[in-house]
């Protein structure tokens, strides 16, 4: 049964003058909430098979401190459409990047993951549904599960499993 991580990049700050919006590091609440997530993913047993990451620096970063809390030889892609990607986008790269995988983790950007987190899960818990509606904070993390294939996955396919904020477990708040 395929299961997709969704994890939105933790906290940067707004580009400085001059700065490219894709070359943004993390904010000091940002590289404290990533270890804070990727130890819940550890505990919890959410490990990924293969790791879709966008390349920008603040999504590198945001998985730089994911990272210790996984298996040591998880697989990794960065994938240049990730960023800024529309739904469309997003879905092709999973369909094109994850069928060897069972568990996949995909590390972008907002809004790009809202609309994947919302979009794809039509069953779970009714109030964690409506609050991943609601929003999609910083270093978040939705689990949806499938039944079907990654290459058959469609709209309200999934049911959500999990949503977690590295606030509901005692880190930093997002935004």
């Known amino acids: 049964m395929p299961r997709l991580f969704i994890l939105r990049h933790a906290k940067s700050p707004p580009a400085i003058s001059g700065q490219k919006d894709f070359d943004r590091p993390l904010s000091e609440r ?3 909430a990533a270890p804070v997530i990727g ?4 505990d919890k047993g ?6 879709l990451c966008s390349p920008s620096a603040r999504t590198r970063e945001t998985f730089d401190g994911v990272r210790p809390f996984l298996p040591e030889r998880v697989a990794v892609d960065y994938v240049r459409e ?3 990607a529309s739904l469309g986008a997003m879905l092709k790269v999973i369909v094109t ?3 060897a995988a069972e568990r996949l983790l995909v590390v972008g ?3 790009s993951v809202h609309r994947l987190a919302t979009t794809l899960p039509e069953d779970g818990d009714p109030a964690e549904l409506a ?6 904070p910083t270093a978040s993390l939705a689990v949806i599960e499938f039944s079907r294939t990654w290459s058959e996955i469609e709209p309200g396919d999934g049911r959500l499993i999990a949503f977690v904020t590295p606030a509901d477990l005692g880190g930093p708040a997002g935004d």
């Open 109 to 111: 950007h907002n809004p």
């Open 46 to 51: 959410y490990l990924p098979d293969l790791v």
């Open 131 to 136: 609050r991943l509606a609601a929003k999609f």
């Open 97 to 99: 990047h994850a069928e």
């Open 39 to 42: 130890r819940y993913m550890a």
């Open 30 to 32: 940002g590289r404290a």
């Open 82 to 84: 990730l960023y800024e």
